[in-house]
Nanobody
């Protein structure tokens, strides 16, 4: 059974930093694209970042590019999200996510800008329980 357990959320002032962690089990972590997704109250899920398994290539939407960094530790099956320069609009519940059918959560244009393509959680998606991030003064 796939288990994803997120931690590290909290309340932070604008401009502050947080680090989220996700402990994964029940699937081959080292062979899987790993994702972070967030959802604010009353809104649909928003793709935040992806890291590929072999070389650790990373992908971000413009909204977090340059502020967030995704990393993985394949020896420990842990996924991280380092968040800097946080803004009030980053307030959301953050989920660690994997798609068991290896369906991607994003696409990138020829100009290397990347965009999310998820609108809801599908049958082959596995998400953790999430961790709340609140950015407020």
């Amino acid at each position: 059974e796939v288990q994803l357990v997120e931690s590290g959320g909290g309340v932070v002032q604008p401009g502050g930093s947080l680090t989220l962690s996700c402990s994964a089990s029940g699937f081959t972590f080292s062979d899987s694209d790993m994702n972070w997704v967030r959802q604010a109250p009353g809104k649909g899920p928003e793709w935040v970042s992806t890291i590929s398994p072999p070389g650790g290539r990373t992908y971000y939407p413009d909204s977090v590019l340059g502020r967030f960094t995704i990393r993985r530790d394949n020896a420990k099956n842990i996924l991280y999200l380092y968040m800097n320069k946080l803004k009030p609009e980053d307030t959301a519940r953050y989920y660690c996510a994997v798609n068991l059918a290896k369906r991607g959560y994003y696409y990138c244009s020829s100009g290397h800008r990347c965009f999310g393509k998820i609108s809801s959680k599908g049958d082959d998606d596995r998400w953790g329980q999430g961790t709340q991030v609140t950015v407020s003064s």
